[in-house]
């Protein structure tokens, strides 16, 4: 049986936000949770430092890369969890996120505000769930 997925969402407010309430996954036969990824070159750099739209741009590569090393793309992307140490400049930039749309990926996320990272160049780290 085929995987089946299904959008949740008894509002529609949420679509000017460009995410989804709820993402039901039926029979999927792969499901990858992947780290949280931030701002850090392939040699474990921090890159971009000060620039929110570079740091939203290298943290959806490093997804993507993640999601290749897998067999997977970013259209299989079910859920995102980003965590940003500065919300406004995040809204600022956050067509960046555009490109998971592109991708054809409709996941469900969560947006949160904290004091720092785990590095302090780093502004925006983003988790993410994938289903195949």
């Known amino acids: ?3 089946e997925r299904r959008i949740i969402d008894p509002w529609t407010w ?5 995410f989804h309430q709820g993402h ?8 990858l ?13 921090p890159v971009h430092v000060g620039d929110m739209a570079g740091q939203i741009r290298q943290v959806i590569d490093n997804i993507e ?14 859920r995102i ?5 500065d919300m406004d400049l995040f809204f600022e930039h956050a067509d960046e996120l555009e ?3 592109e991708a054809g990926t409709r996941y469900a996320s ?23």
Request: avoid cysteine.
């Open 1 to 3: 049986m085929d995987m």
């Open 14 to 18: 949420q679509d000017e936000y460009g």
């Open 24 to 31: 039901e996954v039926v029979n999927p036969t792969r499901t």
């Open 33 to 45: 949770y992947l780290s949280g990824q931030t701002s850090l070159d392939a040699d474990g750099n």
């Open 65 to 78: 890369a993640v999601l290749a090393e897998a067999g997977m793309s970013l259209a299989d992307i079910v």
């Open 81 to 85: 969890n980003i965590f940003t140490t």
């Open 99 to 101: 490109r998971l749309r």
């Open 110 to 132: 969560t947006l949160v505000g904290v004091t720092r990272l785990a590095f302090p160049e780093f502004l925006v780290e983003i988790e993410a769930t994938a289903a195949k």
